[in-house]
C-alpha cells in the first residue's frame, strides 16, 4: 500500500504493519503511557512559554533586552527543536497504538481534499527539504471554477524562511488508513448535501459553540509546542465556516501576541473538531 499522508492517519507507513486483535491491557498501557509523555512535553512548553512572556515583558519594561535574555532565547528556541521532535515521536506512536487497536475496523482510502482538509493543522512526519524540520498541511483559497480547494506543505519550525511546496490530492497516489466515517466515506454530493441543510448546520453550530475556549492536543502551534484554543474570530458574521478558528494566545519574543490561527473554513475541518471532541463528527 501506499505510504500514507499523515502521521495522525497512518501509524505506520505500511498497512503490514497494523497489528489485529481487541484493545488489550498492554495496549491500554501503551497508550497511557504515551499520553503521560505527552502531557510532560506540554508541560515543558508551557514553561518555555512562561519564561519567553517574562523576558518580553522584562525588555518592555528596560526598553532594551540584555545579551544574556538574548542568548537564553536561542537556548529556548534549540530546547523547542528537540521538544518538536520528541513529541511528534511520541504523537506518532499514539497514532500507531490507536490504529493496532483498531485493526479490525479500519478502512484504506484514497486522499482527496476533503481528507486532506479534515488534516489541516495536525501534526504530520514530513521533512522539510530546507531545514530538516517538521512539516504540515495548511490549505489556501478556494477555486470556484475548478471548485477545489489548494493545498501546501508548510515548514512547522520555519514558517517563514523556508518555502512553502503546493500539495494536490489529486495527483499524489496516497493513502488514508483510519476508521470508517461517514463524513469522508460517502460520495461527495451525498454528504455535502447532509451538511449544508439548515438544521444540520443549526445543529452544528450549537455543538461547536460548546467547546469555545477548549484546547485541543492534536492542534498544537508549531512556534510554542503547545495546544491552540478554539475561539471566535474577532469580524466573525455568525456563519459556521466564517466565524471559529484555532489560536495560539502565547507571545513570541517581541512580546506580541503569536500570530498562528488556523480558521475553521471547510465542513470537513469542523466535523474532525466535533470528532475529536465529542467521538462523532457532522453525520454521525
Given at each position: ?206 455543538r461547536l459553540r460548546q467547546h469555545l475556549g477548549d484546547k485541543d492536543d492534536e492542534v498544537i502551534c508549531p512556534h510554542h509546542l503547545l495546544p491552540m484554543k478554539l475561539l471566535e474570530q474577532p469580524s466573525s458574521n455568525g456563519l459556521l465556516l ?43
Amino acid at each position: 500500500m501506499p505510504t500514507s499522508l499523515l502521521t495522525k492517519w497512518s501509524g505506520v507507513g505500511d498497512a503490514g504493519h497494523i497489528g489485529t486483535g481487541g484493545r488489550s491491557e498492554i495496549g491500554r498501557a501503551a497508550t497511557r503511557y504515551i499520553n503521560g509523555a505527552s502531557r510532560q512535553h506540554f508541560s515543558r512548553a508551557e514553561e518555555l512559554a512562561a519564561e519567553q512572556r517574562e523576558i518580553a515583558e522584562r525588555a518592555k519594561r528596560d526598553g532594551r533586552r540584555s545579551s544574556r535574555d538574548d542568548d537564553r532565547l536561542r537556548e529556548i528556541d534549540l530546547e523547542r527543536r528537540t521538544l518538536r521532535e520528541e513529541l511528534e515521536a511520541a504523537k506518532a506512536s499514539e497514532a500507531s497504538a490507536d490504529l493496532k487497536e483498531a485493526a479490525t475496523e479500519l478502512v484504506s482510502a484514497p486522499v482527496s481534499d476533503d481528507e486532506t482538509s479534515a488534516a489541516v493543522g495536525i501534526l504530520s512526519s514530513r521533512v522539510c527539504p530546507s531545514c530538516g524540520g517538521s512539516m504540515r498541511i495548511r490549505q489556501g483559497g478556494y477555486n470556484g471554477t475548478s471548485r477545489r480547494r489548494s493545498f501546501y506543505w508548510l515548514c512547522s519550525a520555519r514558517p517563514g524562511a523556508c518555502p512553502t511546496i503546493h500539495f494536490d490530492p489529486a495527483k499524489e497516489k496516497l493513502m488514508a488508513l483510519r476508521k470508517s466515517d461517514p463524513n469522508l466515506d460517502l460520495p461527495t454530493k451525498e454528504r455535502r448535501a447532509i451538511w449544508e441543510r439548515k438544521d444540520v448546520v443549526r445543529e452544528t453550530q450549537i455543538r461547536l459553540r460548546q467547546h469555545l475556549g477548549d484546547k485541543d492536543d492534536e492542534v498544537i502551534c508549531p512556534h510554542h509546542l503547545l495546544p491552540m484554543k478554539l475561539l471566535e474570530q474577532p469580524s466573525s458574521n455568525g456563519l459556521l465556516l466564517s466565524t471559529y478558528q484555532y489560536v495560539c494566545l502565547h507571545v513570541d519574543d517581541d512580546g506580541r501576541a503569536c500570530q498562528h490561527r488556523i480558521p475553521l473554513e471547510t465542513f470537513p475541518q469542523v466535523s474532525e473538531t466535533l470528532r475529536r471532541t465529542e467521538g462523532a463528527g457532522i453525520i454521525h
